[in-house]
Structures are given as C-alpha cells and as structure tokens.
C-alpha cells in the first residue's frame, strides 16, 4: 500500500526536504478546493538488477502541463529541472530490492478563486513490489464518470478521483479491488486510477478519451506494443455487457501496470487469454530492459 509509507524525503520548494517539514499552508487553495495536478511514474530495475530507470518520464512532464494549463495553474518548471528534481529524489529513496513510483503533483500554494495563482511542485516517491500484480476481482460502480464538461477526465486532477474515491469504497464493500465507472451514457469510462482493456474475438479494445478516461501513456505504450505483436487494437465505446462477454479484461496504469482481471462482478474469466499473456510478456521484457522497444523509453537514474 504506497499510501502507508512515510519516506524520509520529499521533493519540494525546489529542493529535497524531510518528510515532516514537507507542509502547505491551511489557506491555500490546494487544500480548501483541492486544487492541484499529478503525475504517477514508474521507476524499474533492469531484470538483471544493475540499473534503475524511469518509464516514460518526457510523456507524464508534457500530460503534467497539459493538465496546468487546462486547471489554470502556472508552471515555469522546464523538463531538465522536472528530470533532475525527480533523478534527486529517487538516489535518496533507491534501494536494491524495491522499485519505486514517483508522484510529481502541482499545487495552488497561494491564489484565490484562480487569480495571483503561485504554484509549487512537490514530489513523493514510495517503494514497489517488483513482483507483477495479481489477478483483480473488479464490480461496476453506480458511481458515474463526469462529463468533458463537467470534470474533464482529460485533467489528471486531485478532483477527479473524488469520484474514483466513492467507486472503490462502494467496491470494498462488495469486496472488489477496483471498480470500472461507466459514463452518462452507461457505456465504459475508466476505472479509479486506470484504463479498462477488453478483449472481443482477439482484438485488444479500449475506450477513446471522449468517453471519460484519462490520455493514459500506459495504453498508448501497449497499443504500440500491439502494433509489433500483430494484435488488433482498437479504441471505441465499450457498452457495459461487452463486460460480460468478453475473452479476457485487464486494467492499464503507471501505478496499476496491467492488472488482469479475475473476475468482473459475478462472472469468472478464463485464466489465461492468450492476447493478454503475449502482451503482458512484452510489456514485462521491455520494462525490465530485456527487450528493447521504441514505445519503452527508460530514463537511466
Ligand atoms: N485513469 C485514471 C483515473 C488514472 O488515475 C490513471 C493513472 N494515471 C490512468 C487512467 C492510466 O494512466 P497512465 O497509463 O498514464 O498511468
């Protein structure tokens, strides 16, 4: 559980800095509205444990501004200093037996109402399994995916997972892991902090952005990977009992990886669908640094 962890450091205020002094003010608007954009990145040792590199790094710096802009928070970092700020971090936090995921979030540190907007960028790293994930029982939320207009899911803002928040305790209940929010028009969104991936007659479906998910890098990387491996893929609207019907289901995130579905509310999917199983090889052999791929872009700590 990355939430339960007290690292000693913190990137912040342009610095490393202790866990406990790492604070921001009660009067500012990323605490009283919850006005700030993130990040999640992955860091992974190569398989044969002699180096750490982080995936994707440029990607979630370009969506970490898309996300400013669009919140209206300005951010003057460039990515030299994003990449050495998150480098810095992970040699105070790196040890061998753990990987680590890194949580760059942008915070509203003065301002009010979005006027005189001052930002800080404040970054937290936490150790990871280096084991792949196990298989999910996931449910439907009756939690819905708010609109473009309403949150846009395309802004990977703290206020976004409100809704992801209310799904997954409404899951735990029921006694799922996660749990896939359908958007106003009942068809599938995204879950809490991943995309859905569904497979119909070998073809890796996944639903476009106009839908309710976020641009996510992670699907982006296994529609390419899906290019090289010869696997149709293809994003449109998923209806909610394709869900019920489909060959294999796997959930696609930073922080998630690729988590196979076990099962989708009461229904039990086969254990192996050989679509996933080639995938999930790849994506493994390329992020551990055994196999090369021009989508697989490792940053070398
Ligand atoms: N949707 C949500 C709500 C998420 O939080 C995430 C994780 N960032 C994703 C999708 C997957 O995005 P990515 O593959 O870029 O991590």
């Known amino acids: 559980m990355v939430q339960l962890q007290k690292p000693p450091y913190v990137y912040m205020g342009g610095r490393i800095t202790p866990w406990d ?10 605490l009283i509205r919850g006005i700030s954009v993130f990040e999640g990145i992955k860091g992974y040792w190569r398989h044969d444990g002699s180096e750490f590199a982080l ?26 200093e994003f990449r050495e700020a998150c480098i ?21 540190v003065q301002g009010h109402w979005g006027e005189d907007t001052v930002t800080d960028l404040v970054i937290t790293s936490y150790h990871q399994d280096k084991k792949r994930p196990d298989p999910i029982d996931i449910g439907i939320s009756t939690w819905q995916r708010p609109s473009d207009s309403a949150l846009p899911a395309r802004i ?14 409404e899951g735990r209940r029921q006694g799922f892991s996660d749990m896939v929010m359908l958007n106003s028009a009942g ?9 859905v991936l569904i497979v119909r007659n070998g073809k890796v479906v996944t639903p476009p952005w106009h839908e309710g998910c976020l641009e996510s890098i992670t699907v982006d990387t296994i529609e390419a990977l ?11 609207p998923i209806d909610r009992t394709e869900l019920g019907i489909a060959e294999g289901a796997c959930l696609a995130g930073t ?12 229904r039990k999917l086969r254990e192996h669908c050989p679509v996933l199983d080639r995938i999930e ?21």
């Open 156 to 169: 990977k803002a703290a206020a976004n997972y409100q809704i992801g928040r209310f799904a997954r305790i």
């Open 226 to 236: 899906c290019q090289s491996l010869q696997i149709p893929f293809e994003r449109r």
């Open 55 to 80: 995936l994707a790094l440029r990607e979630h710096y370009d969506r970490l501004l898309r996300s400013a802009e669009l919140q209206h928070l300005p951010c003057a970092i460039t990515f030299e």
């Open 255 to 266: 922080l998630m990886e690729l988590g196979r579905v076990r099962r989708i509310e009461a």
């Open 21 to 30: 002094e790492a604070t921001i003010h009660v009067g500012s608007e990323a």
């Open 88 to 108: 810095s971090l992970v040699r105070r936090l790196l040890i061998k037996e753990r990987d680590l995921w890194l949580r760059p979030t942008l915070f509203a």
């Open 187 to 195: 068809r599938v969104a995204e879950a809490s902090g991943s995309c």
């Open 281 to 301: 090889d790849e994506f493994w052999a390329c992020v551990r640094g055994q196999r090369m791929h021009p989508a697989v872009r490792l940053t070398t700590v």
